[in-house]
């Protein structure tokens, strides 16, 4: 197996995105990703439409992949799915999709666990960046997650931190939601805060011992804001969007980071990589980047391509789980709740 070349096929449909993706070894050859427009006029995702949209999409996904890569599907190595964490029905699609397609085949299935994904994403061989070396800290930033994770190797994780209710990405979301802005909001937020002052409106930080996080009360304190400003004035929101967006990704991303600074001095870790959705922020990206000058860290922050839910991620933990045989069987089913 050490000179062999190995090539994945790897398959995330967590959510409401479609992804396939080839691996040969450490390398991207392609990392197709197809977007559901549908949630947007519900302001959220559906998760039976979502699951409807995957059976549509994953068999043109996983074809474009292959002829994008250049490979015939007899080339394939392995299999590589996402198992969980996840909506049920739009993981079913694609562990269905994979076992099949593995059993067709007659070669491996790999199960991956999403959120181990987005922190391993870092060690996909593109050429320009580095990967973070042994032990680092990872923060993963995501719609359904946030969490602060010790990595001592490939497969050696620990929590050390989590929210305890909201994930950052939600709060993105919510916060967008409620100043009228369509889904998916935390784009938005991200672009009309470049253009406002963040420290025009001053939003209460929670009181969260220990490295966990809490962010429904910052919502609520968002929504009693708007609510008592446009109530003295119906046109608030529209007259004063940009320091609204400015204001509340600058609290957000001070809570990330203020718990970050004391995993950083809790653990003497100084290596700090980031992964998830909410990685492609501009203002976390930015302030992680000052970071690295004020405090002396190593940051490793991941291509844009690779923040978002794509199989590329899933591909590298794919690779890296054939290199030492772990192999999974057809009785494997998706986990809705999958933790490290």
Not at 77 to 86: C, H, K, L, V
Not at 183 to 197: T, W
Not at 322 to 327: C, I, R, T, V
Request: hydrophobic residues 40%; aromatic residues 8%; glycine residues 8%.
């Amino acid at each position: 197996m050490k000179n062999e070349t190995i090539y994945i096929l790897a398959i995330e449909s967590s959510c409401d995105d479609t992804s396939a993706a080839v691996l040969k070894d450490r390398k991207v050859l392609s990392n197709i990703v197809s977007t559901q427009k549908i949630h947007e006029e519900y302001g959220g995702v559906v998760p039976e439409l979502a699951s409807r949209a995957h059976q549509q999409n994953i068999v043109p996904v996983v074809h474009q992949a292959l002829a994008t890569a250049n490979i015939d599907k007899k080339l394939v190595s392995a299999i590589a799915f996402t198992r969980g964490p996840g909506l049920m029905g739009s993981l079913l699609v694609g562990t269905s999709f994979a076992k099949s397609l593995s059993l067709g085949l007659g070669i491996p299935l790999i199960e991956v666990n999403h959120m181990q994904a987005h922190i391993l994403a870092h060690f996909i061989e593109d050429g320009k960046s580095t990967p973070p070396s042994f032990p680092f800290l990872a923060m993963t930033i995501s719609g359904g997650h946030t969490q602060i994770v010790q990595v001592n190797d490939y497969f050696d994780m620990e929590i050390l931190g989590q929210t305890l209710d909201d994930a950052v990405g939600e709060a993105f979301d919510k916060s967008a939601k409620l100043m009228g802005l369509p889904y998916p909001g935390g784009p938005l937020v991200d672009k009309y805060a470049q253009l406002g002052n963040p420290l025009a409106f001053d939003f209460p930080r929670p009181k969260v011992e220990g490295l966990n996080f809490s962010f429904s009360g910052l919502k609520t304190s968002i929504l009693y804001f708007i609510q008592r400003e446009t109530k003295k004035n119906p046109n608030f929101i529209k007259e004063h969007l940009n320091d609204l967006c400015a204001s509340i990704q600058h609290t957000i991303i001070a809570i990330l980071m203020d718990k970050l600074e004391k995993a950083v001095k809790q653990t003497g870790i100084k290596e700090v990589a980031i992964g998830g959705g909410v990685s492609a922020n501009s203002g976390i990206r930015s302030t992680l980047e000052k970071m690295e000058i004020t405090m002396g860290w190593r940051t490793y922050i991941p291509k844009f391509e690779y923040c978002t839910d794509n199989a590329a991620m899933i591909g590298i933990v794919g690779y890296l789980k054939y290199k030492k045989s772990e192999f999974s069987n057809q009785r494997i089913s998706a986990k809705a709740r999958y933790y490290l």
